[in-house]
Structures are given as structure tokens and as C-alpha cells.
């Protein structure tokens, strides 16, 4: 299991350089960072997500494909989940609708990534659950905005999944 996570530390010398010295550490220490999962089975989408998550401060866990995925959820319970769609053994969809039909963990925000951007993937995604769908390759500020729109109330959208 691989679970990273950092804080950014502004300080120097006790200094902080944003403001008040202590300030970003009481607050950091009150708030736990917030927990993503990224599923997929390609080990530089993998890295990739986590580089730009961790550079902002969020706890990443990873795995490899929907099985794997599932005892994390169960054991880690993630804040946001981002799931391949194309996985060998448990598919993306597969994976997001285990979740999402679990009484455990149905509100936990599932957003799908896949090269594939069409009509029918996103209604398919909506379908089984998905909140949102995200197309490969991502650039930093999409992930990043991604998680954002979820953490301020991420609900699937009415008609979402035929925009383009």
C-alpha cells in the first residue's frame, strides 16, 4: 500500500512567509488533509495525479485497478475518488458502481478519467454513479478543479453527461 502525503512549510526560521509564524501550522493541524484515491491501472497517469495532488497538499492513495481499489475504500475512506474507466479485471464502471451502491460509501464523490471523451462514456459514467468525468491526459489546474468542484458539493448535474 502506498499512501503519501505532505504539508507545505512555508516557514524559515520559525518565520513564516506567508504571515504570522504558527498561523498555517494550528490551522493545518485542526484540518486533516483531504484524501484522494486514484485508480488506474497506467503507472504514469498514477504518478502523474499524484505529483500534482500531493504538490497541493492532499493526501493521495493509490491503486492499480478496481480490486485493489475496493479494500482501500474500505479500509482508507477516501474524500474524492478518481477511477480509469479501462481496467483490466474490474472496470472503471464496475469499480464506481460497487462504490456508489455501498451504504457506506455511496456519497463519496467518484470522478472518472478515461481517453475516452464521448457522449457514451460520460452517460454511462453518470449512470452507474460517476459525479463527474475527466479526460486523459489532464493538465494540473483540471485535477486540481476537478477535486475543488467536488469538495464545495459535488452532485451530478441533470444533463451533465450530453455536454460536451
Known sequence: MRVTQTEQDTSVDGVNAGGIAG???ASTARKPAV?????DDSSTIRRTAEIFLTQAGFQVMLAEDGFEALAKVGDLHPDVIFCDILMPRLDGYQTCSLIKKS????AIPVIMLSSRDGVFDRSRGKLVGAHNHLAKPFSREALLQAVQT???GCVPEEGAAVAA
Do not use: G, T, W
Not at 484524501?35 to 485508480?39: E, G, H
Open 23 to 25: 498561523a498555517s501550522e
Open 35 to 39: 484524501k484522494v484515491l486514484v485508480i
Open 103 to 106: 451504504p457506506r460509501f455511496h
Open 150 to 152: 467536488c469538495l464545495a
